[in-house]
Nanobody
């Protein structure tokens, strides 16, 4: 089994910054891609940013130039969010494409709330 544990959400004023962290543990042979998705009330879950094992990144157009994604080892990923806007308010979920040694599966964290409001 694989677990993803997120931290770093909270309440911030417009224009502020937050840093989300996600750490993976469990039966992991390798992690192919790690990323962040978000889901606002009444909306679908959308990709925010992702990073491959080689360091290639991909961002949603709405966050380009404001958010950065990084990995400091094979099992942790971070999302630095700057110049936050009210429309960034959502539950943010960590995602990992994990090779368990037998198969590749997608795993999700429990989600962390980000609220941007004055």
């Amino acid at each position: 089994q694989v677990q993803l544990v997120e931290s770093g959400g909270g309440l911030v004023q417009p224009g502020g910054s937050l840093r989300l962290s996600c750490a993976a543990s469990g039966s992991i042979f390798s992690i192919l891609t790690m990323g962040w998705y978000r889901q606002a009330p009444g909306k679908q879950r959308d990709l925010v940013a992702q990073i491959t094992s080689s360091g290639s990144t991909n961002f949603a157009d709405s966050v380009k130039g404001r958010f950065t994604i990084s990995r400091d080892n094979a099992k942790s990923v971070y999302l630095q969010m700057n110049s936050l806007k009210p429309e960034d308010t959502a539950v943010y979920y960590c995602n990992a494409q994990v090779h368990t040694g037998v198969a590749v599966r997608a795993y999700w964290g429990q989600g962390t709330q980000v609220t941007v409001s004055s």
